[in-house]
């Protein structure tokens, strides 16, 4: 999308006063007043020919990214395992969304996680790293506490302050990209609780309620611009690692929106297709609402469906 | 010409040797991909040691070696040896001409043999706690990991301030006792070779007293041709060795180290040569002494000897391997040892600590250890579960260790190898103590030993089946309760084969809605 159709509809969607209807999804996004739809779904293609439809009807990337930012992507790249396993997110959506944020005329795209297994393993059998290089992004280290930075979560109730990774909060626009997975802690790892990997204390997040803490996390100042929930594969059973295929479904689809807690609680209702797992017992989700970090009362938002 | 090429030969050889083994212990971002390792199989010690679990090739190719040329071993192959070369190399650009010079000294037989007797001993007595201090493979490995890389890591990482493409490491393995123990023997080393030549190899290592030995009966021996020596000193003045009698016009075989300095020096160019030691005199005295040159009284030939020694190494060996193990039926099971070992009673037998496994470690699980292994067992690698836990299908210390102690393991035997067991105690447990979700060890566990199950208002609590642990300490090392963690790894005395992981098998659910 140009630059000046995107103005116009900047204008129109805020003549036809979206502002005013959701105030508290707003106040999660930076540049909402664009966008004709709160949440785009996507089934049936490949992770980059899904991005690309998803990120089209939010009037492109450049809604997100303007020229000359410095952008961050995060994916999950917590562990050792290869894409089909679906414990990492697909290296194929992390590529064509770092291409377009370069098309867009991002100065630099910055990649990282801290992750769970050996980093150096997780990179690189993740497939992640090399597709980063391959689109033209950075891999940035994240492996060790001198790459965070220690800030404080306005009305977090238990994560009061913490160390975030420095390429958030270097960066001017952030893109989180989870994948869609079970969890044996947090019942579900989705948008919120990828924000675990640009903190670098876990543990103590979860010796001190971990539902909570992953929703305080979502109230760093820095939010991202965007969420994009990769459903290519997921993981429905043994989450968050996995031990072997078989805890994998292949539903092709995605995700994307500006609202961290209407995208989960859209990714946990398409999860109830494959696994039982009722809303409420995944707790950061339903305290996001509750805190007024975003809805999970999606039937009030503006949903695109698209099959492909 | 030919004997001056000899020396350059040994040189260049042996610093080859030294930084392709240098890289072993110090390439601390693994550029290299650990494929100089294989030549960590060629010391001397670790070939001894892998004869048993591994290939005997090596050990009698080093042996044949030392019995056709003498201790060729500690001037080319041994790092230590070359190590002390350089240092004397440099501490020569600090001396005046005089003091560079060597002289002739006694030998210190005693020491050494009483050294060597008391390491042997204990060796086939089955323990290797001396051999583990005195090795010099494995104290140029422990100065190496525990000396150099540190300080590379540390360079490192003062220089990943400024190069954004350079990895902060935190230098989490370091440990204080190993460190000071390999600053005591650089120390010793360091200050014996620029002041004395190859003293250390010539009175305290097992290695050069065992090869001096031998060397006494190798088939061909450096000798001094008295027709022409004009007793200008100049090859005593570079012997390394000091090994070099000019009044006697005789060389010591078992300090000789092969170095070449001697003939290099040799102002006639001619008067060090190699002979063969069993080559008859034309005229053999009549009575006393003996018919070959070289030998002295009541030497034997050399193929009795060969013989001999082989058979004494394999007889040595033999009651080694029926003997039970020093003190390996200990009580310190609180020491778990690294996949591959077999377990305690193997490790200890043929451990080193020479460090090139701790040092090769992806994930920094493993650092010598203090009293886990009880004393015997100082440095000896240990998994430590505080600062990281053991990759799931890592098998890299199985293919560095060059002593057998941790004998090479398939990916596919490694991630069924049971090096412990986790136990979990449940007043601990986060979920119990504050009744919020936790689930980190469940999180970490690549086998899923650890399950999820329903405890109480909602919440999940840990269940352990530890028929498929493998005691990697990925629960152990994440759980975030203290002061004590409420699951830990408790070793298995021997290892154990866990139970292979089954599937959870599902079907595959074709959607075609998005369900809200």
């Known amino acids: 999308m140009k630059r000046r159709n995107f103005l116009k509809t900047a204008l129109f969607g805020g003549i036809a006063g979206t502002l005013t209807f959701k105030p508290y999804v707003l106040s999660a996004k930076p540049v909402a007043a664009a966008a004709p739809y709160d949440l785009v779904a996507v089934m049936g293609g490949e992770p980059a020919a899904m991005y690309a439809k998803a990120i089209e009807s939010f009037g492109g990337i450049s809604s997100f990214v303007k ?34 944020c370069l098309k867009a005329g991002a100065s630099e795209v910055v990649v990282f996680d801290h992750t769970c297994d050996d980093w150096k393993a997780c990179y690189k059998n993740s497939g992640i ?22 800030i404080t979560l306005p009305g977090a109730k238990r994560l009061t302050s913490t160390k975030v990774h420095e390429a958030i909060l270097n960066a001017d626009v952030w893109i989180n990209v989870p994948i869609l997975k079970n969890h044996g802690g947090a019942k579900m790892s989705i948008a ?14 979860h010796a001190n309620d971990l539902q909570q803490c992953i929703a305080d996390s979502a109230l760093i100042r820095k939010k991202p611009a965007l969420n994009i929930v990769d459903a290519y594969r997921i993981m429905t059973q043994n989450g968050p690692k996995g031990r072997s295929l078989s805890d994998v479904q292949t539903p092709k689809a995605l995700f994307m ?12 209702s398409f999860f109830n297709q494959f696994k039982k797992m009722p809303l409420a017992s995944v707790g950061h989700i339903t305290i996001g609402h509750d805190m007024k970090i975003g809805t999970t009362d999606i039937d009030t938002l503006k949903v695109q469906r698209i099959k492909l | 010409m030919a004997y001056r090429f000899l020396k350059k030969f040994r040189v260049v050889l042996s610093l080859v040797f030294f930084l392709l083994l240098l890289v072993c212990f110090v390439d601390t971002y693994h550029l290299t991909g650990q494929w100089s390792d294989g030549l960590l199989k060629w010391q001397f010690v670790p070939a001894l040691l892998s004869a048993v679990t591994g290939s005997v090739t090596i050990i009698l190719l080093l042996v044949l070696l030392t019995l056709l040329f003498g201790r060729v071993y500690c001037s080319t192959l041994c790092p230590l040896g070359t190590y002390q070369d350089i240092v004397r190399r440099i501490a020569n650009w600090f001396k005046n001409k005089k003091k560079r010079k060597l002289k002739y000294s006694k030998p210190h037989h005693l020491v050494r043999y009483l050294l060597l007797g008391v390491v042997a001993v204990g060796f086939v007595l089955g323990s290797s706690t001396l051999l583990l201090k005195l090795d010099p493979y494995s104290n140029f490995g422990r100065m190496a990991a525990n000396l150099l890389r540190p300080a590379v890591i540390w360079s490192g990482n003062a220089l990943s301030n400024t190069f954004s493409a350079i990895p902060f490491q935190d230098y ?37 007293s065992l090869l001096g030995v031998l060397s006494k009966y190798s088939l061909f021996r450096l000798a001094l041709n008295s027709d022409t020596c004009a007793r200008c000193m100049a090859c005593v003045k570079a012997c390394k060795g000091q090994c070099i009698d000019i009044k006697k016009q005789e060389i010591d075989h078992t300090r000789c180290v092969q170095c070449h300095n001697c003939t290099s020096a040799c102002r006639t160019q001619q008067s060090i040569r190699y002979q063969f030691a069993y080559q008859p005199l034309p ?83 493993l650092r010598p250890a203090v009293s886990e292994y009880g004393l015997d067992g100082f440095m000896m690698p240990v998994l430590d579960y505080n600062k990281s836990f053991c990759n799931y299908a890592c098998n890299t210390c199985s293919t560095i260790c060059p002593n057998g102690a941790i004998i090479p393991l398939s990916k596919e035997e490694k991630i069924l190898t049971q090096i412990g067991k986790a136990n979990f105690i449940l007043d601990r447990c986060i979920v119990v103590r504050e009744e919020t979700d936790c689930g980190a060890c469940d999180e970490h566990c ?17 269940q352990l089946d530890t028929s498929l642990c493998i005691g990697c300490g990925g629960c152990e090392y994440i759980c975030p309760a203290r002061p004590d963690k409420a699951i830990q790894v408790i070793a298995n005395t021997e290892h154990q084969q866990a139970r292979p992981v089954e599937e959870d098998v599902q079907e595959q659910v074709e959607v075609d809605d998005f369900g809200f």
């Open chain 1, 129 to 150: 790293e090399d597709a980063v290089k391959e689109a033209g992004g950075k891999m940035a280290f994240a492996h060790e506490e001198k790459y965070y930075r220690e």
């Open chain 2, 172 to 208: 989490k393995i370091f440990t204080m006792s190993a460190c000071l123990f390999a600053a005591a023997v650089f120390i010793v080393v360091t200050t014996l070779s620029a002041l004395r030549g190859r003293l250390y190899c010539n009175s305290i290592c097992p290695v050069g």
């Open chain 1, 257 to 268: 929106s500006t609202d961290i807690v209407a995208i989960d609680t859209a990714a946990v």
């Open chain 2, 283 to 365: 005229n053999p005295p009549q009575r006393g002494g003996s018919k070959y040159p070289l030998l002295g009284k009541g030497e034997a030939g050399g193929r009795r000897l060969f013989l001999g020694t082989i058979g004494g190494i394999a007889a040595a060996g033999a009651v080694r391997a029926f003997t039970p193990a020093w003190r390996a039926s200990s009580t310190h099971t609180k020491a778990i040892t690294p996949p591959g070992s077999r377990g305690l009673d193997h490790f200890k037998r043929h451990c080193t600590a020479c460090h090139a496994c701790v040092a090769g470690c992806p994930s920094h699980v």
């Open chain 1, 192 to 205: 919120m609780k990828n924000n675990m990997g640009i903190v670098w204390d876990r543990r103590f997040m």
């Open chain 2, 446 to 462: 690549p086998v899923k030993a650890i399950r999820m199950v329903p405890f109480r208002d909602g919440l999940l609590i840990p």
């Open chain 1, 67 to 100: 020229k000359g930012q410095r952008v961050v992507v995060k994916p999950n790249i917590g562990w050792d395992k290869t894409p089909e396993y679906a414990a990492n997110t697909n290296p194929a959506l992390v590529a064509a969304i770092i291409k377009d």
